[in-house]
Each structure stands twice: as structure tokens, then as C-alpha cells.
């Protein structure tokens, strides 16, 4: 499985978004957009629950 967190391109984002400085963590999962953040650690911390539930499966 691949899962990979990265900020939001600027090119992506809302005028609006970008002149109040937002930043955005978009978490996506075998190229499938799963989950935007405000925080990078809280991307980060879904992109670890994927994983973990990803590894159960196939232990199963």
C-alpha cells in the first residue's frame, strides 16, 4: 500500500485560502485524495492509521 502525505500545491488553493495562509496536508492512498489537514501531524497520524489497518488485513 502506498500512502503519502504532502502539502497542497498553492496552485491548488482559493485566492482566499492563500492570502489568509492556509496550508493544507493532503493525505492520499494508491493516488486516491483520502484526507485534506490544517495540521501536518494530524495528516501524518491518519497516514499511520491507514497503514496500521492496511498491515492488519493482510496479516489476516
Sequence with gaps: ????????DESKMSHEGLAAG????????????VGMFHQE?????????????ENQRHTQ
Excluded at 22 to 33: A, N, P, T
Excluded at 41 to 53: D, G, I, K, T, W
Design 41 to 53: 501531524h494530524e495528516a501524518h497520524q491518519y497516514r499511520m492509521e491507514l497503514e496500521h489497518l
Design 22 to 33: 492556509v496550508r493544507i496536508w493532503d493525505v492520499h492512498q494508491q493516488g486516491q485524495l
Design 1 to 8: 500500500m502506498t500512502v503519502q502525505v504532502s502539502e497542497r
